[in-house]
């Protein structure tokens, strides 16, 4: 992934963007370039991969404001790996400024250190969303090479102790009036030195491989969350532990509902019949039909309510509602029999005299006098 093109260019945004401009824009360019749509297309995933870390950056505040300020630098210790983009720290920038001056320790460079986070974004429907769902991911990331089991020593062969820390991992550094811990240079925090390297990993302790996960996806999720698989990273150095996997949901938009926190919403189309005098229809829902009740007299763009039909909440216990919007579907072939009823209709109704309802003729008759 390239650390080069600007984030902002990435995500098609201004640089005054709001967030929600950001999370917009991400959306539409995650469908745009989702591997599921660009199957093979490894310009695609390529650049999916990016904008996942343009956004990861520029939706947090802190990230965004060390970005701005600093650029790329800002970033330019983090990691990642595998099918997963990596979370990079913001606090690198100052760990480069105090490199070498013994004032690591305070950004937390001492010891061994944690394996890199990892992102996957996962695609769902509505329905996955609603019913919740198990899924089974894969991504490459760094593992414990299963040789030296992540020691990065040859089998039959043991680390040697550091002799420059005696395996403490730290050495004390006088900076002035300061005397200061410091992770030791020779062995960079371990410990330990190795004295014949595994030739599996050659001594790194780790090794590229396809992990698989299971994701547990709770009912009522939303895009823009996200799940946490702990120690699903990348490994660690040896001693340390792993990072964790971030799974981030998207919610694929649906062809009939629309989703507004926990209710849903969609539009449907009924007779001229059904508006007037009233009665059941049967509507769709995520979990199959239900009846709803027409009231007599009913105007296209109604709305109506379907209590608990909605999206389950996060919180558990309870459902948003589902919303019908009605629309009065005109017939646009009449049979000469039906037309014959119809004009018959209109004039018990005194359409022939007044075609437009009176209440609308009220409000614009001052229109006509002038």
């Given amino acids: ?14 640089r005054d963007a709001s967030g929600e401009e950001i999370k917009k824009s991400y959306r539409r360019l995650a469908v745009k370039f989702h591997p599921d749509k660009n199957p093979g297309d490894r310009a695609a995933e390529d650049k999916f991969k990016e904008i996942g870390h343009a956004y990861e950056v520029l939706s947090d505040e802190q990230k965004r404001a060390a970005y701005d300020r600093y650029g790329h630098a800002a970033f330019q210790n983090g990691g990642g790996g595998g099918g997963a983009g990596g979370f990079h ?11 070498g001056s013994g004032f690591e320790e305070f950004f937390g460079q001492g010891g061994p250190q944690r394996g890199n986070d990892l992102r996957y974004d996962l ?31 040859e089998p039959g062969t043991k680390r040697q102790t550091c002799p420059t820390c005696r395996g403490a991992g730290q050495v004390v550094a006088s900076r002035g009036f300061f005397s200061v811990r410091q992770a030791c240079p020779h062995c960079h925090g371990q410990g330990s030195l190795i004295a014949h390297p595994c030739q599996q990993c050659q001594g790194a302790g780790r090794v590229e491989e396809t992990a698989k996960v299971k994701v547990r996806v709770p009912p009522g999720v939303d895009s ?3 799940l946490r698989s702990s120690g699903g990273g990348e490994a660690g150095a040896p001693g340390a532990p792993a990072g964790d996997l971030y799974i981030f949901l998207h919610v694929r ?14 539009t449907i189309p009924i007779k001229f019949t059904l508006a007037s005098l009233g009665g059941p ?33 996060l919180r558990g216990g309870e459902h948003g509602d589902q919303y019908v919007r009605v629309e009065i579907e005109v017939p646009k072939k009449l049979t000469a029999e039906q037309k014959l009823k119809l004009e018959d209709f209109g004039k018990a109704c005194g359409d022939a005299e007044q075609p437009v309802s009176e209440s609308f003729f009220e409000k614009a008759k001052k229109f006509f006098e002038m």
């Fill in 281 to 313: 229809l049967d509507v769709p829902t995520l979990t199959g039909k239900a009846q709803l009740k027409i009231p007599p007299g009913t105007q296209s763009g109604a709305m109506l309510r379907l209590r608990g039909r909605g999206m389950p909440s």
């Fill in 253 to 266: 938009e649906h062809e009939l509902f629309q989703r507004e926190g926990d209710d849903l919403h969609c």
């Fill in 123 to 153: 695609e769902l429907t509505l329905e996955e969303a609603a019913a919740g769902v198990e899924k089974e991911i894969k991504y490459r990331r760094a593992a414990p090479c299963g040789t030296c089991g992540g020691s990065g020593a």
């Fill in 224 to 226: 823009s969350q996200k």
């Fill in 1 to 14: 992934m390239s650390t080069r093109v600007d984030y902002y260019e990435l995500l098609e945004v201004a």
């Fill in 89 to 99: 720290d913001p606090m690198d920038v100052f760990r480069e400024m105090f490199r």
